[in-house]
């Protein structure tokens, strides 16, 4: 079966330090792979997304590029802010559905 | 605007108790999900749905149901509560196209507690 894993938190950094959250993903066919952002208290909402491989996502100055030679889809961002402080989940999805399927989460905290 | 409602937002039970928490969407898609999340586990998926009458057992099904009688309401009903559902619970919403899978939308999360 599917399955998304994704590196345990909390990461804590310094603002504008540079972000990397990784995530590596087992399917059997040819998955999209997402990233997902938490805030407090909210419920999820599409950060960043990739439908092939070498396609990179980008939003809100993060990025993630779908290598499939790796099965990868790892988490940068260059200078984090405070307000950039949430859950990151990893996760895939293979049909038209689009029934995802999830990491365990990364939670980010980011010092002033 | 449109959008995904849950309720109640938070919720206490006893063990043995039915409960049931309530998803309205006003997108009217097609697609509706419940996941649970547990620290540890991220987002498991519970039972989904891809039309009126349509249900499907998740990953994490048991002790739980759910129905699809219109396109914008998928309620979930927790039979007998046990303390192991303890959780928030997420809905979710999306619209098949023709192309790769797209975006889910979030509610806000309901706060279970069996006690």
């Known amino acids: 079966g599917n399955s998304v894993t994704q590196m345990e938190g909390p990461v804590t950094l310094s603002e504008e330090a540079f972000l990397t959250i990784n995530c590596t993903y087992t399917?059997?066919?040819?998955?999209?792979l997402f990233w997902y952002v938490q805030y407090p208290g909210e419920g999820l909402q599409l950060l960043l997304k990739a439908t092939k491989a070498d396609d990179k996502g980008s939003n809100k100055g993060f990025e993630a590029t779908y290598r499939k030679e790796t099965t990868s889809f790892h988490l940068e961002k260059g200078s984090v802010q405070v307000s950039d402080s949430a859950v990151y989940f990893c996760?895939?999805?293979?049909?038209?559905?689009?029934?995802?399927?999830f990491g365990g989460g990364t939670r980010l905290m980011v010092k002033p | 605007d449109a959008e995904i409602t849950q309720s109640p937002r938070h919720k206490i039970t006893e063990t043995g108790r039915q409960v049931t928490l309530a998803c309205h969407q006003t997108?009217?898609?097609?697609?509706m999900f419940w996941y649970r999340q547990d620290l540890g586990h991220g987002l498991r998926l519970i039972h989904y749905s891809y039309g009126v009458q349509d249900t499907n057992k998740g990953e994490v099904s048991d002790g739980y149901s759910v129905s699809r009688s219109n396109t914008e309401d998928l309620p979930l009903t927790l039979e007998s509560a046990a303390s192991s559902q303890t959780s928030v619970y997420f809905c979710a919403s999306s619209l098949t196209g023709t192309g790769p899978p797209g975006e889910l939308f979030f509610g806000e999360g309901s706060r279970l507690t069996v006690l």
């Open positions: 996760a895939l999805s293979e049909n038209a559905g689009n029934m995802l399927t």
């Open positions: 399917a059997t066919g040819y998955p999209s």
């Open positions: 997108w009217n898609h097609n697609n």
